[in-house]
């Protein structure tokens, strides 16, 4: 135990003291902001980004019969939507459908799939009066199917959520990251100059603030022109 510590000691002894300036303590402050805000981030997303999708559960096609005048209703495949109809009067092409909401970026944190609906088209010389018939046979199809859904299922990822929150962290910071690199790399650059100037100003023994040419009055130590110090030393940049 005493020879880890003593170890740890040695490697702080002799390792360079890291000096964390104005910049990164705000990329820090940022790192925490983006953790803190990126649960609203997703929230907003799952408000904002949403896609609209519509799947056909099933086609039928609905007829009255010639002899009878029952009225009946079939389920076609979808492959056989184009083809001819085999009976005897045609009278619409029902489709059921249902409709979901997918919401939140880049990953799906909440889906709504809504209640089943029949998508009805009469067919050319069907009286439109026949719609309720039509609509009547094709419900007692699709009910026996057992594919229709009369409430609406709603459903939040909680996975998707923590990882689009993981997601929008890492992005946030990365953000707050590329707006300081070239400000941190202006300041530098400026200082870096300031400091260039000044030190060749006094290599000359003129007053490093006003460049008065102060050889006559390097002992008293202060610029009679502007009444800077003759020897301040340079900030470190
Ligand atoms: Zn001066």
Excluded at 109 to 130: K, M
């Amino acid at each position: 135990m005493r020879r880890v510590l003593s170890f740890f000691r040695e490697i702080d002894r002799t390792s360079r003291a890291v000096r964390r300036d104005g910049f990164d303590r705000a990329r820090s402050v940022a790192f925490v902001l983006a953790f803190i805000a990126s649960p609203f981030v997703v929230w907003e997303m799952q408000e904002r980004v949403v896609v609209r999708e519509r799947q056909d559960l099933m086609f039928i096609r609905v007829f009255r019969m010639s002899e009878s005048g029952e009225v009946k209703a079939q389920r076609v495949d979808a492959d056989d939507l184009n083809g001819p109809w085999a009976v005897f009067m045609p009278m619409a092409e029902v489709t059921l459908v249902e409709r979901s909401e997918w919401r939140g970026w880049p990953l799906t944190t909440a889906h709504t799939f809504e209640p089943t609906e029949l998508d009805v088209r009469l067919v050319a010389g069907c009286p439109p009066q026949e719609l309720g018939q039509v609509k009547l046979a094709a419900s007692r199809l699709v009910e026996r199917s057992g594919l229709s859904s009369a409430a609406a299922v709603s459903q939040t990822h909680v996975a998707a959520w923590i990882f689009s929150a993981g997601i929008w962290w890492m992005l946030l910071s990365l953000a707050a990251a590329m707006v300081l690199v070239p400000i941190k790399l202006v300041v530098t650059l400026s200082r870096r100059t300031r400091n260039a100037v000044r030190q060749s100003r006094i290599d000359r023994c003129h007053c490093p603030n006003c460049d008065y040419d102060a050889k006559q009055s390097i002992l008293m130590g202060r610029c009679p022109e502007c009444g800077s110090e003759l020897y301040e030393r340079p900030d470190r940049s």
